[in-house]
C-alpha cells in the first residue's frame, strides 16, 4: 500500500538592490512529498511437536516344570517287620528296620517337569507428530520523505519608496508651519518669503495633487507654532515680524476657510513650542522675547483663553517638545546663552516641571519623533562641534537617553516624520553651509539607518506632513538658490 501525501511550503526572500526600481524576489518554492509505502510481510511459522508415546506390551510365557518321584521298593524279608513311610513332595524316605535282615532293592525313578515362567515385555514407542502452523502477519510501515526544492528567481521591476513632485505652492516660503486637517487638507501658514515675513496660507489637497489660496491672518509671522485642535480648528501663536516678539493668537477654522483671533498668550514669545494636551488644552513652552522664556501657559479651546503654568527651570528656545504615551510632555536641548542638553517633563495633571536625563549631546535644530514602541527618537541638530548626525532614544519608563544608530549624513534644520511601517523619515536640512537632499530611513527595531531615493530638490528649513494616504509631503524651505515653493510626495 503506497499512500503520498504532499506539502507544499512557500519560502519568499525578497533581495532589493539599492537602485531606485528594481526589486528582485526570489520565491523559493519547496515540495515535500512524503511517500508512506507499508509493506506487509507474512511470516509462517510452522512448530512441528513430537510426542513419543511409550507403549508396553508384556508377553508372559510360563514353563512348568513338573518332577515325578517313582519309588519302588523291592523288600525281602525274614521274619522281618519293614515300616516304611513314604513322603512324595521333597521325596523324603524314611526306613526303619528292626533287627531283621532285610534286602530292599529301591528302584527310584525321578520325573522332574520344571514349569518356566518366561515374562516377556516389548515396549513400543508410539511416535506421534503434532504440527502445529502458526502465521504471524507482520506489517512494517516505510516512510520515505522526498524533498524537492524548486528555486524560482522573478524579477519584478517594482519602483522602491520614491520622490515624485507634486503641486507647487503659489508663494515661496520657510520656517512656516504645516498642520494636517481633520479632512485630509495640509494647512502650510506664514514664514519668510522673498518679500518678507507672510500672512498668506495655503491648502494642499491630496486627491489632486494641487494647493488653494484660502483666508489670510490677522497678523504675518515666523517663527510661530501652530497646533490642530480636537475640535478641528488650528491654532496659531506667537511668532515674529519686524523685530518683535508676537504675543497673539489666531484660529482657523477649515469650514469657512476663515481666520479670527483669540486671546493672546501673557507674553510674546518666538520659536517656542505648541503641544496638545490629551485634556485638549496647548502647552506653550520657552521660545524667546528679549531673552530666553521658561515660561509657560496653557489655551483653553473651551474659553479662548490663556492661563499661566508652572515655569520650566532653564529658559530656552529652538528646543523640541513632545507629547508620550504616558501623557507628559518632554521637552528637550534648545539654545539659551549655550546650546543645551537638559531636558525636562511637564505634567498636566500637577502643572509643574521636573528635570529628567540628559542628553548625550547638547543640541538644537534637531528633530523629536514618538516611536511606535513609545520612545523618543532625536535626530541631528546643530551643536558646539557642528552640526551632528547622531541620534539618541528617551525611555519614559526610566528617564534616560541612549544612543542609537547614527545618521549617514550630518544635518540640522530637518524634517523626521513617522511612518505607517514604523519607521522615521529624515529628510533634507544642511551640513555647514551646505543643504541637502538625501534622505535617511530609522529603523526602531534594529537601530540602524539606510539611505533611500533621493529627493528632487535640495532643501532646509521646510516642512514635512504626514498623509492620510501613508505619503509624506515636504513643501517649501530654501536652498543655496534661494527660497522655495515646490513640493514633493515621499
Known amino acids: ?110 520325573t522332574t517337569t520344571t514349569t518356566t515362567t518366561t515374562t516377556t515385555t516389548t515396549t513400543t514407542t508410539t511416535t506421534t507428530t503434532t504440527t502445529t502452523t502458526t502465521t504471524t502477519t507482520t506489517t512494517i510501515t516505510t516512510t520515505t520523505t522526498i524533498t524537492t526544492t524548486t528555486t524560482s528567481t522573478t524579477t519584478t521591476t517594482t519602483p522602491m519608496p520614491q520622490w515624485t513632485i507634486t503641486g507647487g505652492m503659489s508663494i515661496a516660503r520657510y520656517d512656516h508651519t504645516a498642520s494636517t486637517l481633520v479632512n485630509g487638507f495640509v494647512l502650510v501658514a506664514g514664514g519668510s518669503g522673498s518679500a518678507g515675513v507672510l500672512n498668506s496660507p495655503e491648502l494642499y489637497n491630496p486627491s489632486t495633487g494641487t494647493w488653494l489660496t484660502t483666508g489670510s491672518m490677522n497678523i504675518a509671522r515666523t517663527y510661530h507654532a501652530a497646533s490642530t485642535l480636537a475640535n478641528g480648528l488650528v491654532l496659531v501663536t506667537g511668532g515674529y515680524i519686524g523685530g518683535s516678539s508676537l504675543n497673539s ?44 522664556l521658561n515660561s509657560a501657559e496653557l489655551y483653553n479651546p473651551s474659553t479662548g483663553t490663556w492661563a499661566t503654568t508652572g515655569s520650566m527651570s532653564i529658559g530656552r528656545y529652538y528646543h523640541t517638545a513632545s507629547t508620550l504615551v504616558n501623557g507628559l510632555v518632554l521637552v528637550a536641548g534648545g539654545s539659551n546663552s549655550g546650546i543645551l542638553n537638559s531636558a525636562e517633563l511637564y505634567d498636566p495633571l500637577t502643572g509643574t516641571w521636573t528635570t529628567t536625563g540628559s542628553m548625550n549631546d547638547a543640541r538644537y535644530y534637531h528633530t523629536a519623533s514618538i516611536l511606535s514602541n513609545g520612545l523618543l527618537l532625536v535626530t541631528g541638530a546643530r551643536s558646539y562641534s557642528g552640526d551632528l548626525n547622531s541620534a539618541e532614544l528617551y525611555d519614559p519608563s526610566i528617564g534616560t537617553w541612549a544612543t542609537t544608530g547614527s545618521m549617514n549624513v ?18 533634507g536640512g544642511f551640513d555647514g553651509g551646505s543643504y541637502l537632499n538625501n534622505p535617511e530611513l530609522y529603523n526602531p527595531s534594529t537601530g540602524t539607518w539606510t539611505t533611500t531615493a533621493n529627493m528632487s530638490t535640495i532643501r532646509g528649513l521646510h516642512t514635512a506632513s504626514t498623509l492620510a494616504n501613508g505619503k509624506v509631503l515636504v513643501a517649501g524651505g530654501v536652498n543655496a538658490n534661494g527660497v522655495l515653493n515646490s513640493a514633493e510626495l515621499y
Open 1 to 110: 500500500m503506497i499512500s503520498t501525501t504532499t506539502t507544499t511550503t512557500t519560502t519568499t526572500s525578497t533581495t532589493t538592490t539599492t537602485s531606485t526600481t528594481t526589486t528582485t524576489a526570489t520565491t523559493s518554492t519547496t515540495t515535500t512529498t512524503t511517500t508512506t509505502i507499508s509493506t506487509t510481510t507474512t511470516i509462517t511459522t510452522t512448530t512441528t511437536t513430537t510426542t513419543a508415546t511409550p507403549t508396553t506390551t508384556t508377553s508372559t510365557t510360563t514353563t512348568t516344570t513338573t518332577t515325578t518321584t517313582t519309588t519302588t521298593t523291592t523288600t525281602t524279608t525274614s521274619t522281618t517287620t519293614t515300616t516304611t513311610t513314604t513322603t512324595t513332595t521333597t521325596t523324603t524316605t524314611t526306613t526303619t528296620t528292626t533287627t531283621t535282615t532285610t534286602t530292599t532293592t529301591t528302584t527310584t525313578s525321578t
Open 410 to 427: 550630518e544635518r540640522a534644520g530637518h524634517t523626521a516624520s513617522t511612518l505607517s511601517n514604523g519607521l522615521v523619515l529624515v529628510a
Open 249 to 292: 493668537a489666531e484660529l482657523y477654522n477649515p469650514a469657512t476657510g476663515t481666520w479670527a483671533t483669540t486671546g493672546s498668550m501673557s507674553i510674546g514669545r518666538y520659536s517656542h513650542t505648541a503641544s496638545t494636551l490629551a485634556n485638549g488644552l496647548v502647552l506653550v513652552a520657552g521660545g524667546y522675547n528679549s531673552g530666553y
